[in-house]
């Protein structure tokens, strides 16, 4: 079988010597941002692009993904134990993780986050491995035309299911994509907007730019609270073995946010904290005790902790089939393709068979590697929150400059990093989510050439976007997202269900 | 000032990138046609389309619940840009030793409870790990001491 042979090509990659190491470097670094509140996924990884230098494309996307959902695993350890999450998508489980911790029941609820997370993160890496072939040979045979459409439709819907205005995030993708744009036009080779500056005639850094626009701004805003003490309130873990009847009652809630977060996760701007929100409300909805949920509920742990950790595995698909990366993180993850020079796309499955079965089967020994980490070990990294965050701030500082500069060896780089800096500071300061900045910034080329290449086919006539039929539909999803955020009543649950993330 | 702060800033910010893009692109760039476009077709578009939200964002500033910024932690801020910037000034003259003191101390003094000897102590920890990681184990070719102070 075709399925299993490609399995078999992940696992001997994943399970070479250099790539076990670096999903291990993942996972452990993943563990420890997630813990860490002041610290997200995607700033780490920025944070990180200068390094994927040294080491292999397959190694590279390893070590990147195994931060992203190890962090998943780390948040949601301290949203138990604490009621600290340590990343949005955690804040789910900390409703009734929390409590069940306040009950003495801390342990049972890290076993079964972990068991959790294990069969989802198993089922997505299964999900991704059947839904990879189908989805590139679909691109594979899309136009221009068609393939406009599609980045379209990834553009608007990732703003729409996102957090925060809709406005102001189309509006930051539109801001991310003119940056984008500068640098020589790959067409005519006509350098644009660099102001005279000759280090610009490549574009502005993908590094630098992320680094600066989520990274130093991150700290920036971390510098507002700095010095205030944080809650630490630790409850103590007891036994850590769920009983019989705890495994019964989250299997369900177990499969349930499997299949929903494996769903969630591939549509644009999802990934895992939409995963975790629509999970816990379906559980609520089906339990036959609703008011447990809120007071302790082991399916309110079950169901989003799965979900998440689907949810952030199969925002992968997109990203590897399409090359369109449904939110800030895989953005990363494209540039860091980028930067190795493999376009991200249909075309990675075709001609990087190792290098996209490798990173799909590391995920699952990733899982593995993250129970053993986090349930023996949870007493240490517990023992991290301690540290404060004065301390780390100069190292993530110098690991930052460092990184940037390393990358060109040019100074130049590190004022691009402190321009995108106070920008992005800037922007979040005013009410806009930096995200769909970094969303439009790696797409603008792509959708400039297709929509370029389009057009000359058409002899210039805009209607052949609505004359080819898979545009026209496409088009057409995209036109009823649009008018659903414009419809107020479902704005407004969107509101509702974005409002409990804001606590 | 009974309006929304947060609007008006954000519409006169994507309004200003908005233009700045759409006529560097008709007063520096080749617009060409549907048909075949000169490079600066794409982002007059793009520079128009923005300019237009920032229209929006800005009117709308007047019309919603009054809202300001916040504080901007202008003394940590300053240290902390301060400290990339006086890497990137002294990685080539003074030598990557002191580019790494300098920043790594500039950062730990800028949070609000920081204090000169516990900034002090992380400025050494840090620098020596930095030089043994970067300039040792990863053998980058800066010289620790630049040209100003008598290095190659």
């Not at chain 1, 993160?121 to 221009?144: D, H, M, N, Q, R």
């Not at chain 1, 957090?163 to 991310?176: F, Q, W």
């Not at chain 1, 389009?454 to 539909?473: E, K, N, Y």
């Not at chain 2, 046609?33 to 520079?47: R, T």
Request: one cysteine or more; a neutral charge; aromatic letters at 10%.
């Amino acid at each position: 079988m075709e399925f299993v042979d490609h399995l078999a090509l992940g696992l001997s990659t994943a399970l070479q010597v250099e790539n076990i190491f670096y999903c291990f470097i993942g996972v452990l670094l993943g563990t420890f941002i997630g813990v860490l509140p002041g610290l997200g996924p995607t700033a780490t990884i920025a944070m990180l692009l200068p390094i994927t230098y040294y080491l292999s494309p397959t190694a590279s996307l390893i070590m990147l993904a195994g931060i992203y959902y190890g962090s998943q695993y780390g948040g949601s350890t301290t949203a138990i134990l604490m009621n600290l999450p340590g990343e949005v998508s955690s804040s789910v489980t900390a409703i009734d993780g929390y409590q069940m911790a306040r009950k003495g029941q801390a342990g049972k609820a890290l076993a079964i986050a972990a068991i959790g997370s294990f069969v989802a993160g198993t089922f997505a890496t299964f999900v991704i491995a059947l839904a990879a072939l189908p989805l590139s040979a679909v691109a594979l045979s899309f136009g221009s035309t068609e393939y406009f459409a599609l980045i379209v439709l990834g553009i608007v819907a990732s703003t729409a299911l996102a957090h925060g205005s809709v406005v102001r995030g189309m509006a930051m993708i539109v801001t991310g994509m003119l940056f984008g744009l500068v640098g020589a036009d790959t067409d005519s080779g006509t350098f644009r907007y660099i102001l005279g500056m000759i280090q610009l005639s490549d574009g502005l850094d993908t590094v630098a730019v992320a680094l600066g626009i989520f990274g130093i701004s991150e700290i920036l805003r971390n510098l507002e609270t700095s010095g205030s003490e944080g809650p630490v309130t630790t409850a103590k873990i007891t036994s850590l073995m769920p009983s019989k009847e705890d495994l019964k009652e989250s299997a369900g809630p177990i499969v349930r946010g499997s299949l929903l977060g494996a769903v969630m996760g591939v549509l644009p701007g999802g990934g895992s904290i939409i995963s975790a929100f629509s999970s816990y409300a379906l559980e609520k909805k089906l339990s036959k005790h609703p008011e447990r949920f809120g007071h302790g509920a082991i399916a309110g742990v079950a169901a989003p902790e799965s979900a998440n950790n689907a949810g952030a595995q199969t925002s992968f698909i997109p990203m590897l089939t399409l090359g369109i990366p449904p939110n800030a993180l895989m953005a990363l993850m494209a540039g860091a393709l980028m930067i190795q020079g493999i376009t991200p796309g249909p075309n990675v499955v075709r001609d990087q068979p190792e290098l996209f079965w490798g990173v799909i089967a590391s995920m699952w020994i990733g899982n593995v590697m993250l129970v053993i980490l986090n349930l023996p070990l949870v007493g240490l990294w517990v023992a991290l929150l301690k540290i404060p965050y004065r301390m780390l701030l100069p190292a993530i500082v110098i690991f930052s400059t460092m990184g940037v500069y390393t990358v060109n060896n040019s100074a130049f780089d590190l004022y691009v990093l402190l321009l995108f800096g106070v920008l992005g500071y800037t922007f979040r300061k005013l009410g806009c989510e930096v995200a769909p900045f970094l969303i439009g910034f790696v797409l603008s080329g792509l959708l400039e050439t297709h929509f370029r290449r389009a057009l000359v086919f058409s002899g210039g006539d805009m209607m052949t976007f609505l004359d080819h039929p898979i545009s026209a539909g496409i088009l057409a999803v995209t036109a009823l997202i649009i008018l659903a955020v414009a419809v107020p009543a479902i704005s407004r649950t969107r509101k509702e269900a974005f409002a409990e993330s804001e606590d | 000032m009974q309006a929304n702060q947060k609007d008006l800033g954000a519409g006169l910010l994507f309004t200003s990138i908005g233009l700045f893009f759409a006529l560097g692109a008709v007063f520096g760039l080749p617009i060409g046609s549907a048909s075949s476009m000169g490079a600066g077709y794409f982002p007059l578009w793009l520079g128009v389309i923005l300019t237009c939200f920032g229209l929006g964002i800005f009117i709308k500033g007047f019309r919603t619940a009054p809202e300001d910024i916040g504080t901007v932690p202008w003394r940590g801020a300053l240290l902390l840009l301060g400290a990339i910037l006086f890497f990137a000034l002294a990685v080539d003259t003074l030598g990557a030793l002191p580019a790494l003191a300098g920043c790594c101390f500039l950062a730990a003094i800028s949070p609000n409870d920081a204090t000169w000897k516990s900034a002090a102590a992380i400025t050494v920890a840090l620098t020596a790990f930095c030089v043994a990681v970067f300039i040792y184990a990863l053998g980058l070719p800066y010289p620790m001491i630049g040209p100003w102070l008598g290095g190659r």
